[in-house]
């Protein structure tokens, strides 16, 4: 099981908020806390069981940074004004940074949404059943996620453009 | 309803494929899976129970044994990759589920699932898994595409991991001694190593089980104050009985 998951934890664990520097330890949380239960987990259901495991996993180390940034931090709205140069457009880990920046700033309840379906390719059938929510909310919210992605995104694009070209 | 087309298909933007890209493409660190499995394994050290989880698992009565023929299914999946990497030839794995589950009883479950509602509930009914095609899962596809290509672990991390198995072995088998010598090994030989952490955990059981609880104590203190966090703090606790 850990071959099998342990790249789709990461992802979902950093998708959903973790930060990088503790990916690490949710990783490992993540399965630990389901070698525990393995008595209530179905053999065909280990996926969804880490999933889920794995979102609150991240609710909990955004709770964290969310407190740790009213102390030491900074305003992300600052940090996605970073200009982009055009050659880092398509350097990964730049990519990363600014995915993380448009992310952070979407509604938790429609960033979830978009991950699970933008970025795992979940069906909204399957959503709906991890989230426990009705199939019709995961509609209303994925399209209200994608909406707002994209408006973050061309936002900072148009920024970036305007910044470069002046 | 059918399920509208992803972004990725048609991005309006270079900007929006990189992003959504860099999101697909998220794997784990090298040092992420034998971390995963040292931390499993290295739980299974300082309670030793294997052996009396396969007993316990024997006397189940019959009416337990369609539950317990599950769970052997369902820990293969666990247990075997964890028990195969650390060294045990797959078809001598005496593990059980229990074994595993009894393998980490010392780690409490993250504060956020104790206090969340238990996701059995919505994994019992849930349709997820009936409507998860195996091996056409668009998620699994993303994950696997990128798994084959993944290269295997570097060998010194493979090394470092024989190394820390040898120490956990010995540990495992009621000679503290000699896992203190296989761990002063490890230091000599990957003075920078990835596994450090996991080395030092061993080492604080090592030396509360030789009789060194003092030394024990104080290592597990400077560990906690380092690692207040870290998955293993309670392992570490416990070993030196803080």
Redesign the interface.
Known sequence: MVDRYLDFVARVLRNAGTPEAEVDDDVQRTFIAVANRLDDVRPDAEKSFLLQTALRMAAHARRTLARRREVHDSDAQLRIQTPLQPEQMLDQKRARELLDEVLEQMAIELRTVFVLYELEELSMTEIAATLRIPQGTVASRLRRARADFRDRVRALSGSTHAEVGS | ?S??T???SSP?????R????????????S???S???L??GL?AVATSTAPAAVAASSSLTKAAFSKVA??V???G??AA??WRYLGHPASSAPVT?AA??A???A?P?????ES?P???A???P???????PQPS???????ST??AAKPAAAPSLSAELAALDAARSSLSHGDPAAALSALDGYNRDFPRGRLKTEAEVLRIGALAKSGQGEAARKRAEAFLRVHP???LASRVRSYAGL
């Open positions: 309803m399920d509208p992803r972004l990725l309006e933007s270079e900007l929006e990189a992003l959504l890209d860099a999101g697909r493409s998220y794997t784990a660190s040092s992420m899976r971390k995963t499995l931390a499993l739980s599950v769970a299914v369902v820990i999946a666990v990759p964890v589920k595993v589950v393998a980490v009883p780690l479950p993250p504060a956020v699932v969340a238990a996701p059995v919505a994994l019992e849930a349709p997820i898994a009936a409507a998860e899962t668009p998620a699994r596809t993303a994950g990128r798994a966090d870290s998955v």
